[in-house]
């Protein structure tokens, strides 16, 4: 499996993805707003574009399908219950569905609603395990549920989907928010030294270049992973004085994406 990250230098900071057989140079496009450039690199790489994933529904994520789909006529897959949402869907994916690339690759399909109740994401297993998480996980952050979506449905997909997958699992989000993230971590866990490192390390980066982290970093760094921090849930007091004294995981989340929300 090859992967390429695409920086879009849009003002919605996305990353679209190209995920590519080396066998039969066959690739998968993710998300591809900026079709122009997502075509421009499959023909540097000489890769053909077969099929496109939307991972939901939102127009800064399904905006370059038409224009792409009409240059390779690649198959359009996303969530089954979005038919309704997305325009031309081909293949309507639920959870445990697999898309296949080429002849080597295969990749998951994970249902995970929250950011909207539209949302796919795709978790490649084997040697190199990846996740490729559109607008539910984001580099120390969570997706906004402002759009379609729900935080209890959210908080769901993080505890019974994500908390489960491996340590060494890539995390490559829909959106480039690290820094403003790791501001909010640091915010609320103002001790979390390894936060402070990474701030420190991708500052000002390139994000043609992005860090990319795993599930493990995202355990130590994203606040929304870290729901039994004495030091979040001292500082979530400050907030919400109506906070049980030894609060359950599910409320810590609720309250962490509600401050989130105006931060």
Same mark, same amino acid.
């Given at each position: 499996? !090859?992967? #390429? ?5 849009? $003002?919605?900071? @996305?990353?679209?993805?190209? &995920? %590519?057989?080396?066998?039969? =140079? ?42 792409? !789909?009409? #240059? ?5 897959? $996303?969530?089954? @219950?979005?038919?309704?949402? &997305? %325009?031309?869907?081909?293949? =309507? ?171």
């Amino acid at each position: 499996m !090859i992967v #390429k990250q695409i920086w879009t230098a849009n $003002a919605y900071r @996305n990353f679209n993805y190209l &995920i %590519a057989c080396p066998e039969s =140079g066959e690739a998968l496009a993710i998300d591809p707003l900026d079709h122009e450039k997502c075509l421009a690199a499959a023909k540097q790489e000489g890769w053909q574009i077969t099929q496109v994933l939307n991972t939901h529904e939102h127009r800064d994520h399904t905006g370059g399908n038409e224009a792409l !789909i009409a #240059k390779t006529g690649a198959k359009l897959l $996303a969530h089954v @219950n979005a038919k309704d949402k &997305i %325009a031309g869907i081909h293949r =309507g994916l639920s959870a445990g569905d697999v898309v296949k690339v080429g002849r080597t690759v295969e990749l998951e399909a994970l249902d995970t609603p929250g950011h909207t109740y539209c949302h796919i994401c795709l978790c490649a297993h084997g040697e190199r395990k990846a996740l490729f998480c559109g607008d539910t996980l984001f580099n120390a952050g969570a997706g906004n549920c402002h759009n379609g979506g729900h935080p209890e449905a959210l908080y769901d997909t993080f505890s019974r989907q994500l908390a489960r997958l491996p340590d060494d699992t890539l995390v490559y989000p829909g959106h480039d928010y690290i820094e403003n993230n790791l501001g909010f971590t640091l915010d609320r866990e103002p001790d979390n030294q390894d936060a402070q490192q990474l701030l420190d390390q991708v500052q000002g980066q390139d994000p043609n270049q992005p860090f990319v982290s795993t599930l493990a970093v995202e355990r130590r760094i994203n606040t929304f992973f870290r729901l039994t921090s004495a030091s979040v849930i001292n500082r979530l007091r400050e907030v919400f004085a109506d906070l049980p004294e030894r609060p359950d995981p599910k409320t810590v989340f609720l309250r962490l994406r509600e401050l989130r929300n105006g931060w």
